[in-house]
């Protein structure tokens, strides 16, 4: 969901051909319910460009379950057109949803004012559509600078006797 103030521009209802540009994991979210892990979708459409000619993109958090009673369970069981096994649903891998063609449907909802996008379902792309490709110059989430891990130091055992003996400079 993405608030319609300012300058933003709002996605147009409808539905559309998408490609999944980008998986977000977040861990630690505030919600009304209490703490939880969230994952957030984002998709680029083929919807027409924004004005200034940017590619559009809607996105949608869900809990982090695939549970098949998970809202975020349901949407994968109707992007993937059959549900999980146990097995798949214990190797999943959601960095797999990258790059994945789907039909969405998009609309609006209103609250205190504010026009918010709203991502209402995801299916299959059927057959003979397009997928709009991933824009060039696309960064996904975790490789901006801003959301770069710092390095972890790596450590080196030590014998015992490396505090003996001479000092190195």
Partial sequence: MLKGT???EPHPTGQYN???????TMYGVETQY????MIRVVFVTDAEPREGGGSRFISRRYNASIHPKSTLGQMLVGWRGRPFTPEEMRGFDEEKLVGVPALIAVGHRDKDGETYDQLLSVVQLPKGLKAPAIPIG???????PENAKPPVAETVPLDEDDDAGEVPF
């Fill in 6 to 8: 300012g300058n933003y």
């Fill in 18 to 24: 998408a490609r999944c540009v980008d998986v977000v």
């Fill in 34 to 37: 209490g703490t939880k892990n």
């Fill in 138 to 144: 696309f960064v996904r989430n975790k490789d901006k």
